[in-house]
C-alpha cells in the first residue's frame, strides 16, 4: 500500500507564496510521473503540474510562470512551489502517483 501525504497548505493573502510537500511512504524513484492536481469547490479535479523521473515539468496555462513543481527522488518528496498566489488558486490539492495512488489533499486559501 502506498501512502502519498500532503502537508504545506494554509490561507495566504493574495500575491503570497506556498509551499505544498507530499511524502510517499515509497521510493518514487521510478514512478515515471509525479503529478500536483486541485479540486475548487464545485468545480472538477484538475491537473496543475507534472514532473516525470527524468525531471520533465509540465503545467496548466494559468499557473505557467507562478508554480514551480520538483521531486526529491532520495528522500521520496515531491513538491509544489506556489507563487504569486490570486484567489482563483483556492483548492484542495492533491499528489498523485501515477501508479494509481492519491494524497488525501491539503486546503489552500487565498484571500484577504
Known amino acids: 500500500q502506498v501512502q502519498l501525504v500532503e502537508s504545506g497548505g494554509g490561507l495566504v493573502q493574495p500575491g503570497g507564496s506556498l509551499r505544498l510537500s507530499c511524502a510517499a511512504s515509497?521510493?518514487?524513484?521510478?514512478?515515471?510521473?509525479m503529478h500536483w492536481y486541485r479540486q475548487a469547490p464545485g468545480k472538477q479535479r484538475e491537473l496543475v503540474a507534472t514532473?516525470?523521473?527524468?525531471?520533465?515539468?509540465n503545467y496548466e496555462d494559468s499557473v505557467k510562470g507562478r508554480f514551480t513543481i520538483s521531486r526529491d527522488n532520495a528522500k521520496n518528496m515531491v513538491y509544489l512551489q506556489m507563487n504569486s498566489l490570486k484567489p482563483e488558486d483556492t483548492a484542495v490539492y492533491y499528489c498523485?502517483?501515477?501508479?494509481?495512488?492519491w494524497g488525501q489533499g491539503t486546503q489552500v486559501t487565498v484571500s484577504s
Open positions: 514532473i516525470t523521473s527524468g525531471g520533465i515539468t
Open positions: 515509497v521510493s518514487i524513484f521510478a514512478i515515471r510521473g
Open positions: 498523485y502517483a501515477d501508479i494509481g495512488y
